[in-house]
């Protein structure tokens, strides 16, 4: 079936179709993630300090040029998909908060707050440039839960859709959750 007569909500179609090279299927792709990825971004936005100069809709584009950038696009499926989108918009606000200067600990550094599944529950709020040096170092110790942590925070992904990507158990997810959210907490104390 060509990407013209499959039904809108046929995104694993659409990305196996991206991923054998079709062009008109990185567009019907875009269509179809726009509206989750651009609430992905408003929730990552508003986690992010006021007066922040990066939008939710310039995040949505400057996370799809990275993501159709790469050499050969090998999205699987919807969660694979919302993983690997994650992980360019965290690249994205990383460079942004870089090239503010974002480094410097002062008011009105860029944050991102992490919290539980839909927003609810307790939360912490870190600067993202000391919480994506602090994933880098976590990731280290514990590769999986810094990926739960990237794939929740950045990606929006809820554990369900964590363990399908990395082949785990939701239990196995929520744990890591859990260690990661604990380290990272005591690893930034200072920061928050």
Same mark, same amino acid.
């Given at each position: 079936?060509?990407? +013209?007569?499959?039904?809108?909500?046929?995104?694993?179609?659409?990305?196996?179709?991206?991923?054998?090279?079709?062009?008109?299927? +990185?567009?019907?792709?875009?269509?179809?993630?726009?509206?989750?990825?651009?609430?992905?971004?408003?929730?990552?936005?508003?986690?992010?300090?006021?007066?922040?100069?990066?939008?939710?809709?310039?995040?949505?584009?400057?996370?799809?040029?990275?993501?159709?950038?790469?050499?050969?696009?090998?999205?699987?499926?919807?969660?694979?998909?919302?993983?690997?989108?994650?992980?360019?918009?965290?690249?994205?606000?990383?460079?942004?908060?870089?090239?503010?200067?974002?480094?410097?600990?002062?008011?009105?550094?860029?944050?991102?707050?992490?919290?539980?599944?839909?927003?609810?529950?307790?939360?912490?709020?870190?600067?993202? +440039?000391?919480?994506?040096?602090?994933?880098?170092?976590?990731?280290? +110790?514990?590769?999986?839960?810094?990926?739960?942590?990237?794939?929740?925070?950045?990606?929006?992904?809820?554990?369900?859709?964590?363990?399908?990507?990395?082949?785990?158990?939701?239990?196995?997810?929520?744990?890591?959750?859990?260690?990661?959210?604990?380290?990272?907490?005591?690893?930034?104390?200072?920061?928050?």
């Amino acid at each position: 079936m060509s990407t +013209l007569q499959r039904p809108p909500t046929d995104l694993s179609g659409l990305l196996a179709e991206a991923r054998d090279g079709a062009p008109a299927a +990185l567009d019907a792709v875009f269509e179809a993630t726009y509206t989750q990825l651009r609430r992905i971004a408003g929730s990552l936005m508003r986690r992010e300090r006021p007066g922040h100069t990066l939008q939710p809709t310039e995040l949505v584009h400057d996370a799809w040029l990275k993501l159709v950038d790469q050499s050969r696009v090998s999205w699987t499926d919807r969660a694979h998909f919302l993983n690997i989108a994650g992980r360019a918009m965290r690249q994205v606000l990383v460079d942004h908060a870089r090239r503010r200067g974002a480094h410097k600990r002062l008011d009105g550094v860029e944050c991102v707050t992490f919290n539980d599944e839909a927003g609810h529950g307790a939360s912490a709020s870190f600067e993202v +440039l000391a919480l994506h040096e602090a994933l880098e170092r976590f990731s280290t +110790l514990d590769a999986r839960a810094a990926h739960v942590v990237e794939a929740r925070v950045f990606g929006g992904m809820t554990t369900a859709e964590v363990a399908h990507v990395l082949n785990v158990s939701t239990r196995t997810v929520e744990l890591d959750w859990t260690v990661a959210r604990r380290w990272l907490a005591r690893e930034l104390k200072g920061d928050a």
